[in-house]
């Protein structure tokens, strides 16, 4: 259910820095200035962001009203999707967080919010990544074209403004 006031505390639950750097860039193009986000990290498998239900009520108790769950799907088959989906879900819905809760599948990952200008290779554990070239290589993507090219970013993008009642905002191209 979506709530009657915007949205003004929210959270990004990610799983690794490279995924904040990239989806704080592509979000702060989205808001307007006066908006600011948390970022929590929980790792790169469901079992990590199945555990994430402990970090959401915990932010919960400090203010924070929903929560952006993106996560690489590493697939395009709906069902399976579907399904990494319903297992991340299951404890969200089990300690009664679903309204608090927006899953953002990213498909099939994050390379394709890219455009093509960067190549992650394949995440892994302990993995080191040039964080200033891929901040800065987000930050040249043009937002309305993301949109235009990218299932996935367009309902991530349309999801946030509907809860921060910023779709009435002229959206900020890259500089």
């Given at each position: ?133 891929i901040a800065k290589v987000a930050n040249s993507i043009d937002i309305m074209v993301l949109q235009r090219q990218n299932a996935s970013f367009k309902w991530f993008a349309e999801r946030l403004q509907q809860l921060t009642r ?10």
């Amino acid at each position: 259910m979506i709530n009657q006031t915007p949205i003004r505390k929210f959270v990004f639950v990610l799983s690794c820095e490279v995924d904040e750097v990239i989806i704080t860039t592509l979000a702060k193009k989205l808001l307007p200035d006066s908006f600011s986000f948390h970022v929590v990290t929980v790792g790169m498998d469901t079992a990590s962001f199945n555990a994430s239900y402990i970090s959401i009520i915990e932010l919960l108790r400090k203010g924070y009203q929903h929560f952006f769950l993106l996560f690489d799907t590493n697939t395009i088959d709906e069902n399976e999707i579907t399904q990494t989906q319903a297992l991340i879900a299951e404890p969200m819905k089990r300690y009664g967080l679903l309204e608090y809760v927006t899953f953002c599948p990213i498909i099939p990952n994050l390379n394709a919010w890219l455009l093509g200008k960067y190549q992650l290779p394949e995440k892994q554990f302990g993995q080191k990544f040039n964080l200033p070239k891929i901040a800065k290589v987000a930050n040249s993507i043009d937002i309305m074209v993301l949109q235009r090219q990218n299932a996935s970013f367009k309902w991530f993008a349309e999801r946030l403004q509907q809860l921060t009642r910023t779709d009435k905002v002229v959206l900020k191209r890259a500089a």
